[in-house]
């Protein structure tokens, strides 16, 4: 069964430094997502992307990430200048359908420390 | 603007009982309403959704949910707890059409225990 994955499981940084996060999206699928659980909080929407580019962001999403698809596979989410209170579980999601329900198919998270 | 509200954040019954999970959601629009498990060191797997088809909805490992638009309620079932049903739990909604390409709108999980 497809499925979607990411890259590392755990990630550890020091403060100001940049990190990358990836995932691999399932296949076939055309809508991306970017969320992140803050340890103890609600898992909180980052970014959706769609055809090349971002749809639709929350206000935690700010300059200082980006998101890409490089390659036709990979899907990214870079931090610039991680912060400790970046701390979280960034899960990567996608969907196939278009026009909705956006069923969300969601990878195992990469947890990210920021010392 | 979107919101889901879990009433409970940890639910304990024993193997066999009735498993009630409660979720509330605040949507403008109509919603698409998810319920997802995550069992430890894992992703968030899809139990069923609702898609303003049936009102009851079967997912999988037998649980089900009904959505109630009067009680702007989509709350848990599964008639009778498993052990491996022991896992955090996450009511979602997302809303219809406009300019959203799917945003999730999770509560804020409840973990469930299942005793011998």
């Known amino acids: 069964e497809p499925e979607v994955t990411q890259t590392p499981s755990h990630q550890v940084t020091q403060m100001g430094q940049e990190v990358i996060l990836r995932c691999v999206p399932i296949?076939?699928?055309?809508?991306f997502y970017w969320y992140r659980q803050i340890l103890g909080q609600k898992v909180e929407f980052l970014v959706s992307f769609y055809n090349n580019e971002i749809s639709e962001k929350s206000e935690i999403f700010d300059d200082q990430f980006s998101v890409e698809r490089p390659d036709g596979s990979n899907f990214t989410l870079k931090i610039r200048s991680t912060k400790l209170e970046d701390s979280a579980m960034y899960f990567c999601a996608s969907g196939e359908e278009a026009g909705g329900p956006y069923e969300q198919y969601f990878g195992p998270g990469t947890r990210l420390t920021v010392t | 603007a979107q919101s889901v509200t879990q009433l409970g954040s940890h639910v304990s019954v024993s193997e066999g009982a009735l498993v009630l999970l409660r979720c509330n959601y605040s949507s403008s629009v109509p919603p698409y309403l998810f319920w997802y498990v995550q069992y430890p060191n894992q992703g968030l797997q899809l139990l069923l959704k609702y898609t303003s088809a049936a009102t009851l909805v079967k997912g999988i490992n037998g649980f089900e949910a009904e959505f109630k638009k009067s009680e702007t309620s989509f709350h848990l079932t599964k008639p009778s707890a498993h052990m491996s049903d022991a896992a955090e739990y996450f009511c979602?909604?997302?809303?219809?059409?406009?300019?959203?390409?799917?945003?999730?709108?999770f509560g804020q999980g409840t973990i469930l225990t299942v005793h011998p």
């Open positions: 296949s076939n699928h055309l809508y």
């Open positions: 979602a909604v997302s809303e219809v059409g406009g300019t959203s390409y799917g945003k999730l709108t």
